[in-house]
């Protein structure tokens, strides 16, 4: 019996629906999708067009990994590779294809990395730069010493959502009231509030060699709130940075597979704020994808199925992606249709994220975009004229 390609999944996504599941059936490999959301899975393979030829999902709690390895036994499936992006199953995913000898991340560091709070305490002991920070727990008492202005978000959270800057015990005491009515049991993370511009690393490891791929430099709300709304591919404050931001990566452990980092370009130099040990998403990962030489999905899938690095591709081309945020709450009325474009020297996709008619309630998070443009140019004069062109016809009405 041939071996399958296992994919683990939370709730179904563009990038493993319309990314990764394409790149792994382009191997030949039987394709065996693990989740806890199977139809929602078929729904939105049906609805993106995607062929399901070879592919074969079963239902399981894909938290614990414990249950992913019996139902594996219990079909007498012997993996071949184990693989997820998801944000929430990347220990999950590490015990598994460590219990069936597949290439894979150390579990040890997906949780570090996905746990901010123990993020920070291992950069601490490896002696890496870091902010002040504390973990508090509903019930516990605010912080006498907290050196405001300091930032409040959930320990374990995604996505910008209930991040707030806080400037006095005032101010955090309010947050942490409002945030522990909504959600009772969940721990936060308090950090200083760090002084500069933002960045992202992208890298690619094969277990021995870590490689920077690029970066993204990103333009955030202004404070209290971090929502992106604007990320520039190998900007120059990303391009100044990288060595010493990889070297940061480098020394918590991340070695294998593909990892988003975000860091805050202080007046000392970057810091690491943030490690998503999995594929950049909110639609980057299908820019990537067509903009670098190798592509990136396939390039992904290859480390997992023990493949090593090969020497590093730049483009030469500029790219760019603009978010357009509701600026406030109500019911959208009218809004430009997504759209693709492109020609020999451009492609431009504009995706419409909220539907008309849709009641939009903010969370000061990227959970308030109502599209995502997204472009590739030959070179940063042509990126602005085409990106004022395109912006300048996207429309909506907000009631």
Not at 27 to 33: A, E, I, M, N, S
């Amino acid at each position: 019996m041939q071996r399958p390609f296992v994919i683990l999944s939370h709730v179904a996504t563009h990038a493993v629906c319309e990314g990764f599941l394409p790149a792994a059936q382009r191997r030949g490999h039987p394709l065996l999708l693990i989740t806890d959301h199977a139809q929602g899975h078929w729904r939105h393979l049906a609805e993106a067009g995607i062929p399901v030829d070879g592919l074969e999902i079963l239902e399981c709690d894909v938290f614990n990994p414990l249950a992913v390895i019996e139902l594996l036994h219990a079909h007498g499936q012997r993996p071949l590779a184990v693989f997820s992006n998801s944000d929430h199953l990347q220990t999950s995913c590490a015990l598994v294809a460590a219990a069936f000898d597949c290439p894979g991340k150390d579990w040890r560091l997906c949780h570090a990395a996905k746990n901010k709070a123990e993020m920070r305490e291992r950069l601490q002991r490896l002696g890496q730069p870091g902010p002040w920070f504390q973990v508090l727990t509903p019930g516990t008492a605010l912080p006498t010493d907290a050196p405001f202005p300091v930032v409040a978000k959930p320990r374990e959270g995604v996505a910008s959502l209930d991040v707030q800057l806080c400037r006095n015990a005032a101010e955090l005491a309010d947050y942490c009231g409002a945030f522990w009515q909504r959600q009772p049991n969940r721990a936060l993370l308090l950090e200083a509030y760090l002084e500069g511009p933002l960045f992202t690393l992208e890298t690619l490891g094969d277990g021995q060699r870590l490689q920077a791929i690029g970066g993204f430099d990103v333009t955030l709300s202004p404070p209290p709130y971090f929502v992106e709304l604007e990320a520039r591919w190998n900007g120059p404050l990303g391009r100044a940075a990288r060595n010493a931001a990889l070297a940061q990566i480098a020394a918590f452990g991340i070695n294998f597979g593909v990892c988003h980092s975000e860091f805050i370009l202080t007046a000392n130099g970057p810091v690491l704020v943030e490690i998503n040990y999995r594929s950049i998403g909110d639609g980057r990962e299908f820019l990537l994808d067509r903009l670098l030489p190798q592509g990136w999905f396939d390039r992904i899938l290859d480390l997992h199925l023990g493949g090593t690095l090969a020497d590093n591709q730049s483009s030469n081309a500029e790219a760019l992606v603009h978010y357009l945020v509701a600026p406030h709450a109500g019911r959208l009325l009218a809004a430009s249709p997504s759209f693709r474009a492109e020609g020999e020297d451009y492609w431009v996709d504009y995706c419409a994220l909220r539907e008309v008619g849709e009641e939009i309630r903010l969370s000061n998070s990227n959970k308030d975009y109502l599209g995502v443009l997204r472009l590739i140019a030959p070179d940063a004069a042509a990126l602005q004229e085409r990106f004022a062109t395109v912006r300048s016809g996207l429309r909506w009405e907000l009631a």
